[in-house]
């Protein structure tokens, strides 16, 4: 019932984010940050998802973007981004989605991960793989960072800091490595699991943004860290996420 209720989850948040779609009458705010944005679409799909999962499990602990945390005792914790990619969806740019991540117990067992403006579902189960509408999917085989193709983003306010997001940016594009910028962490994790993007790095990230996607990867046999090559959780800001095989050579392009 946990896959299942996942699922139309998923699907009642991404009915939503269709739905409002460059609609004319969308009304958007700022949360903190000039181009940190809220629209009414995020508030409504939240609703949606939360009240998909409650209708089954009104018992366990959630955790959303828009709304922080219902805390409760439960052993599962649902981790929702209702529209991850706000700025994008806001301006009329299909490159968004419904993430939503199930935890038990402190570990990540389900994550879906919707477009539903590119009928694209991505879903994972811990030990079952990763899919892609409904057909598995997995990491390239890209072996070094100079053939690589990677994808980061960027904080809303630039972080003052050694190897702060414009530094290591700078460091791949002088050397011609393409960088692109999607503005979706949750389909940078899955392009990165379905081998379209090699890499992905990123300084400043919510347990929302990586939830669902992390697990994705993970179980499209790719690997992934913080900066200093430890395990990486959700609960942290700094993500690595590749294919495995450049991953050592990327933390060192980081860290120069």
Not at 52 to 60: N, S, Y
Not at 184 to 199: K, T
Not at 220 to 247: V, W
Request: glycine residues 8%.
């Amino acid at each position: 019932m946990l896959k299942e209720t996942l699922v139309s989850a998923t699907e009642a948040g991404a009915a939503v984010l269709k739905y409002y779609f460059n609609s004319k009458e969308l009304k958007i705010s700022n949360k903190e940050g000039v181009n940190n944005l809220v629209t009414e679409a995020d508030h409504a799909a939240e609703r949606a998802i939360m009240d998909t999962i409650r209708e089954q499990f009104p018992d366990h602990f959630i955790l959303s973007e828009e709304s922080g945390e219902m805390a409760t005792t439960s052993e599962y914790k649902w981790i929702i981004d209702p529209i991850d990619g706000t700025v994008n969806y806001a301006h009329g740019i299909p490159i968004c989605c419904v993430s939503i991540g199930l935890e038990q117990n402190g570990k990540m067992i389900l994550g879906a991960v919707y477009n539903p403006l590119t009928n694209e579902f991505f879903m994972a189960e811990k030990g079952k793989g990763s899919t892609l509408n409904g057909d598995r999917i997995y990491v390239s085989d890209k072996q070094t960072v100079m053939d690589s193709c990677l994808v980061t983003g960027f904080p809303y306010t630039y972080l003052d800091m050694p190897n702060g997001p414009l530094d290591v940016f700078d460091r791949l594009i002088r050397k011609g490595i393409p960088v692109r910028r999607l503005g979706s962490a949750a389909l940078d994790l899955c392009w990165v699991a379905a081998g379209r993007f090699d890499g992905f790095y990123e300084h400043k990230l919510n347990p929302w943004d990586s939830a669902a996607g992390s697990l994705i990867v993970e179980e499209a046999g790719g690997k992934l860290t913080d900066f200093q090559g430890n395990d990486y959780s959700i609960y942290q800001e700094r993500i690595l996420a590749t294919n495995g095989k450049i991953h050592s050579e990327m933390l060192t392009w980081i860290n120069k």
